[in-house]
């Protein structure tokens, strides 16, 4: 994936695992300035993404 500066990056997770964990997508070397609530780090800056169930991340 390449964006430019100023771009807004929106990614659709569903969380399928088969396993029924729930899961998160932490963005490394991504700087969430103004959007700390989208770093994805479990039970910090959100909820982990229950099984069967989809969030949309936007930065």
């Keep these: 994936v390449q964006v430019c500066e ?8 569903i969380n399928q695992q088969q396993s029924f964990d729930p899961l998160t997508i932490h963005w ?7 959007t700390p609530f989208m ?3 479990a039970l910090v800056s959100q909820c982990p993404i229950s099984p069967y169930s989809k969030f949309t991340y936007r930065f």
Excluded: A, F, P, Y
């Design 28 to 34: 490394h070397g991504v700087l969430q300035k103004g």
């Design 6 to 13: 100023g771009d807004t990056v929106e990614v659709l997770i």
């Design 39 to 41: 770093d994805g780090t």
